[in-house]
T-cell receptor, first 115, second 113 residues
Framework: DAKTTQPNSMESNEEEPVHLPCNHS???????IHWYRQLPSQGPEYVIH???SNVNNRMASLAIAEDRKSSTLILHRATLRDAAVYYC????????????????FGQGTILTVHP | ETGVTQTPRHLVMGMTNKKSLKCEQH?????MYWYKQSAKKPLELMFV???????ENNSVPSRFSPECPNSSHLFLHLHTLQPEDSALYLC????????????FGQGTRLTVV
């Protein structure tokens, strides 16, 4: 499976922007970049995903490097409810791709938000 | 509410018991997943089903037996478990492939005594 690398933990202050990085140097051309987060005692929750272009939704923005070997999840104004473990995951859209049909989680980044 | 429902939410079972976990989705998805999450560890993918066929088994012990009778339902049958099997068991569903997101249930907190 194509691997992703994330910092173990990050901290932010409430109402400040947060930039969560992810490296995926072995990404293939058929891999989408997905981000999920997991709040304490809950199942993971979808945040955003993209292929090549930057993406925005109501929760966050995803900035994808031009060579696609890294990406950054951007929370524009962190709130206390954003404190969670954030996972960056690669999922292939092509049958036969090593990450096709899978959703394999790594350690993720523990985000702490201070009041 | 994600559209993926897991029951029960909590389960305590003895090592000689047999129990089953249930997962249900009516999102029209054709792929369903079982994950195990032990305390302070990342999610471990256990099984993947696509169109009711098992496509992934990550070396899971045979005391865990999955069943997918149709695309909307997924079961995990448990028998003769060990205390180290105590964990949060999560179910997810999605369309197969990576174009769209996956949805997770709230999980079943399993304690083996």
């Amino acid at each position: 499976d194509a691997k992703t690398t994330q910092p173990n933990s990050m901290e932010s202050n409430e109402e400040e922007p947060v930039h969560l990085p992810c490296n995926h140097s072995t990404i293939s051309g058929t891999d989408y970049i997905h981000w999920y987060r997991q709040l304490p005692s809950q199942g993971p929750e979808y945040v955003i995903h993209g292929l090549t272009s930057n993406v925005n939704n109501r929760m966050a923005s995803l900035a994808i490097a031009e060579d696609r070997k890294s990406s950054t999840l951007i929370l524009h104004r962190a709130t206390l409810r954003d404190a969670a473990v954030y996972y960056c995951i690669l999922r292939s859209f092509a049958a036969g791709g090593t990450s096709y049909g899978k959703l394999t989680f790594g350690q993720g980044t523990i985000l702490t938000v201070h009041p | 509410e994600t559209g993926v429902t897991q029951t029960p939410r909590h389960l305590v079972m003895g090592m000689t018991n047999k129990k089953s976990l249930k997962c249900e989705q009516h999102l029209g998805h054709n792929a369903m997943y079982w994950y195990k999450q032990s305390a302070k560890k990342p999610l471990e993918l256990m099984f993947v089903y696509n169109f009711k066929e098992q496509t992934e088994n990550n070396s899971v012990p045979s005391r865990f037996s999955p069943e997918c009778p149709n695309s909307s339902h997924l079961f995990l049958h448990l028998h003769t478990l060990q205390p180290e099997d105590s964990a949060l068991y999560l179910c997810a569903s999605s369309q197969d492939g990576g174009r769209v997101e996956a949805f997770f249930g709230q999980g079943t907190r399993l304690t083996v005594v």
